[in-house]
């Protein structure tokens, strides 16, 4: 059928060239003369031949003659497997219904996200939704998950219309959607998809269960970290396979939550776990040593368990550590580790503390890398040495790279921000702020809060109430309210970035009163 479609159109369908014959004939004069035999003329008499001694007329095949000297046999075409359809997409629109479900399965079948998803737009334009079955839409979400967060309404779509013309999703289906709503950062669909999974009684794997651990360590309040800890006792209580990746994501829980306890016995099931050597084999990579050391590391910092934090990487020196011996081991993890003790140091606006972890960092040939600089910046501003932290951030933009619109330079500005923030700097904030917020207007994106947040405190500490107010309605225009900030995963150990969440304009003026209450 779609062959018939293609040639209408001037095209020619992958499936039509299968039915070609491509094998060039050869003209009748190419047979010898000789394998005819003659006849004599009916209108002439002739004499009784003489008995025949030439062998009977043999019906097999006559032998090839032989090949020209110098002529050119090619071979013939070998048509590809997977030949992409083309037509022109301009006229699809004037098909029959039929016809475009048939092109759209086509598009399905040779892989062609693009235009499948434009056809399919067509079809529901057209209310022929209705017409698909359940394969058409099965293939069409696992196609799209080759960019699921580009086609993220379209997958979303499809699932609801499954639904809407009476087609359950898979159990794989349901799996995959809550690995996808981990990348989406959408909490809520995944917990309906989990809870849809537990009614039906269907299995719910290990990825699955870090999915959603994952999605409630965002911390959107204490109440979301709750249920991510009931979650974690769920599995516990029901003896859910569970794999190092579950274990990391429960200590972050139990580490913003400030239960120490639970975080050093989940850990202690770890390293036994990795140890006997039982991690779960659907997971491919799973977590080494170092990168559990790290999750433990951070949970403790999280919880303010500080001297605790420091104590456990005394341990990093010891044999068979990190840091014992010479040369480097695990590079990327000890950058990890730097970063989350420099967390500390801000905290605690310890800036002694932290030029010994750098000068340590630098001294065993580490990289530092966005986080580490950010954080520098912060600790440096806080002590007053903008000059530093000002040639620190120029350094870092060099040696990253960061370029102009990219993600670590919009983390740089934010602690450079932070800093003259702290400094009270507010005429040296503002043109930092005003580049952050044209910059994530050229790609379209909202400013970080924190440094929405970080103005807002400048205006507010130099008694410009208006200034305040007008920086966060700028902000809250944007019709994009980032779900996950970039400043959630780069430096939440300030109260900063939590308080920036969900705040008000009720919120700065109650602030500004408690700052200035003589106003």
């Known amino acids: 059928m779609t062959s018939s479609i293609l040639s209408g159109l001037g095209k020619t369908s992958c499936k039509a060239a299968h039915r070609v014959n491509l094998t060039p004939t050869k003209p009748f004069s190419s047979t010898p003369r000789s394998y005819f035999p003659r006849f004599p003329r009916k209108d002439k008499e002739q004499d009784t031949p003489a008995p025949s001694t030439t062998p009977p007329l043999s019906y097999a095949r006559a032998p090839r003659p032989e090949k020209a000297p110098g002529r050119v046999h090619y071979p013939e075409p070998v048509i590809p497997r997977h030949r992409r359809v083309r037509i022109n997409l301009d006229r699809i629109r004037s098909l029959s219904g039929f016809e475009k479900i048939e092109l759209y399965r086509d598009f399905l079948q040779h892989k062609q996200v693009e235009d499948a998803v434009y056809v399919y737009t067509i079809l529901k334009e057209n209310e022929l939704v209705a017409r698909l079955k359940y394969q058409d839409y099965h293939e069409l979400f696992h196609l799209l998950l080759t960019n699921a967060s580009t086609y993220r309404n379209v997958m979303l779509d499809a699932i609801s219309n499954m639904r809407r013309f009476g087609y359950s999703p898979t159990p794989s289906m ?21 809870d849809e999974m537990r009614e039906k009684s269907i299995f719910v794997d290990v990825l699955a269960y870090n999915a959603l651990l994952e999605l ?44 120490v306890d639970m975080v050093k016995q989940i850990y202690s099931d770890a390293m036994k776990d990795l140890a006997s050597n039982r991690p779960s084999p659907k997971h491919t990579s799973a977590p080494s040593k170092p990168t559990l050391d790290n999750a433990y590391l951070s949970a403790l910092v999280s919880a303010g368990a500080y001297a605790e934090a420091k104590g456990f990487f005394q341990t990093f020196s010891e044999p068979g550590g990190l840091l014992a011996g010479e040369g480097l081991k695990a590079p990327k993890a000890l950058v990890n580790t730097f970063n989350i003790l420099l967390k500390i140091c801000v905290a605690q606006n310890d800036a002694q503390a932290a030029a010994v972890y750098w000068d340590q960092l630098t001294r065993r040939g580490l990289q530092p890398n966005v986080v580490t600089y950010g954080r520098m910046i912060s600790i440096l501003g806080t002590a007053g040495k903008l000059d530093r932290a000002q040639e620190l951030f120029e350094l870092a933009q060099e ?121």
């Not at 349901?174 to 989990?194: D, G, P, S």
């Not at 360590?217 to 991510?228: E, I, P, W």
């Not at 800890?229 to 429960?250: C, P």
């Not at 205006?459 to 007008?470: C, I, S």
């Open 174 to 194: 349901l799996t995959t959607l809550i690995k996808c709503c981990a990348k989406w950062r959408n909490l809520e669909l995944a917990r309906r998809a989990y």
């Open 216 to 259: 409630y360590a965002v911390s959107q309040g204490a109440t979301q970290l709750q249920r991510g800890a009931e979650l974690w006792r769920d599995m516990v209580d029901r003896d859910v396979e569970r794999n190092l990746e579950t274990s990391i994501k429960a200590m972050e829980i139990f580490g913003r939550l400030n239960q």
């Open 399 to 519: 040696r990253l790279p960061a370029k102009p619109g990219s993600k670590k330079l919009m983390l740089l500005r934010a602690s450079l921000l932070a800093a003259y923030a702290q400094a009270g700097d507010a005429k040296a904030a503002r043109p930092i702020f005003d580049a952050m917020r044209a910059g994530s207007e050229a790609v379209g994106k909202p400013v970080l809060r924190h440094a929405v947040y970080c103005m807002v405190m400048v205006d507010l500490r130099a008694k410009n109430l208006p200034g305040a107010l007008k920086t966060w309605e700028d902000a809250h225009q944007h019709p994009a309210t980032q779900a996950t900030d970039p400043s959630d995963t780069a430096d939440d150990s300030s109260s900063t970035a939590a308080a920036s969440r969900g705040w008000t304009k009720a919120d700065i003026i109650a602030e500004y009163q408690k700052l200035h209450p003589e106003q």
